[in-house]
């Protein structure tokens, strides 16, 4: 595979861009939240690994739209439940980055309903493994690419994103992990345990110039959802201060922030992005 190019556009090189020069990988980027990231992430300026696991036609029409802008991108699929898969994912990323991988976003996962009634083990492990041990064996397996980029260009702690030092990693939370709702408890735990892991990767990973941080997005709007869901949508219209609904480039634009040198001093650190609904008062 080639190694990308510094992608251009007919206003702005890709080194003018927050994320010039970067190379990027997307989990769960097919459709969604996800889609939303990889086109920010390319926008700023970085080539980008879209992963899926079945959603191939979605990832190649986000590869299809960033190539036709002038950028840089591949679609890799895999299954990240599994160990190995997730390592096999990262490598391949950074193969066809040149060797190099200067950002990961986790936001592969998935989101059931179910009530703890009748829930079973297996059920409960379903969603643990998607949520969090994606999180956790994808995190790991950058690092090992990250941690020898330290000292390319100067100093691993002095990273702020690309520069060919360290590198930075963020989950994709949510505020579930804070605020449950009925029929999420495995969700929200997976997502609470995903907090405290980008805390803990935060303090161990930090001397080798890597930032590892989590965007926790509320509410994200969707092709259908205010048929699907029309009490909802409207409940979180109304307690939201900003008075609308999340867009997968919300997301985008938080994790391009951690990603990029505007957040070279910022790591361990949750990110809320809800339109101020956990501001409201719940009494």
Request: hydrophobic letters at 40%; a negative charge.
């Amino acid at each position: 595979m080639r190694p990308p190019r510094n992608s251009t556009s007919s206003s702005t090189s890709s080194s003018t861009r927050l994320l010039g020069g970067q190379v990027a990988l997307v989990t769960g980027a097919g459709g969604g939240i996800g889609r939303g990231i990889a086109a920010r992430f390319a926008a700023e300026g970085a080539a980008v690994a879209v992963h899926c696991r079945t959603s191939d036609e979605g990832a190649r029409e986000v590869v299809a739209r960033i190539e036709e802008s002038g950028g840089r991108a591949v679609v890799l699929r895999g299954d990240l439940t599994v160990e190995d898969e997730c390592r096999r994912v990262v490598r391949e990323a950074a193969e066809w980055g040149g060797g190099r991988l200067d950002a990961l976003v986790n936001n592969a996962g998935v989101q059931p309903v179910q009530e703890l009634a009748g829930m079973t083990a297996a059920d409960w492990r379903a969603v643990v493994d998607a949520n969090l041990l994606s999180v956790f064996a994808c995190t790991q397996a950058a690092v090992e690419v990250m941690r020898e980029q330290v000292g390319e260009g100067g100093e691993g702690g002095d990273h702020g994103g690309g520069g060919g030092r360290g590198g930075s990693v963020t989950h994709v939370a949510s505020i579930e992990a804070a605020r449950p709702a009925p029929g999420h408890a495995h969700y929200s735990a997976s997502k609470a345990a995903v907090v405290m892991h980008a805390r803990s990767a935060a303090l161990e990973y930090g001397a080798y110039g890597i930032r590892v941080n989590t965007v926790s997005p509320g509410l994200i709007d969707r092709e259908g959802l205010a048929d699907d869901w029309p009490e909802g949508v409207r409940r979180w219209q109304q307690a939201a201060p900003v008075g609308r609904l999340g867009r997968p480039e919300d997301i985008g634009d938080a994790c391009v922030f951690l990603a990029s040198p505007l957040a070279s001093w910022v790591s361990g650190h949750d990110l809320v992005v809800d339109g101020g609904v956990s501001a409201r008062p719940t009494w």
